[in-house]
């Protein structure tokens, strides 16, 4: 099963923009690197927030990776720094 999500994206960067101007948050955690989202992203930046993507460096654009403040490669992490981050203990 394949599953669509239309138009996240763009409320994604909708929500970025809004929550900037609004001073809603000072640091956004970004798990998408979608290169539609780069300007969104440059607003928030220049509103003084701070950006961070996680994906995965072979999907996430040159561009997004560039502009975050800091991009943390998901496929470079282990299974042990991933049930840190994500608190999911893989019970077998």
């Not at 909708?14 to 969104?40: M, P, R, T, W």
């Amino acid at each position: 099963m394949k599953v669509f999500q239309k138009g996240v994206d763009v409320q994604l960067a909708v929500d970025l923009v809004e929550f900037s101007y609004k001073n809603v948050f000072d640091i956004a955690v970004v798990l998408s690197g979608d290169i539609d989202l780069i300007e969104s992203v440059r607003t928030a930046k220049n509103l003084g927030k701070h950006i961070l993507i996680f994906g995965d460096e072979s999907v996430t654009s040159k561009e997004m990776r560039k502009e975050a403040d800091h991009f943390i490669d998901l496929g470079r992490l282990n299974d042990k720094d991933l049930d840190k981050i994500s608190h999911v203990v893989n019970k077998k």
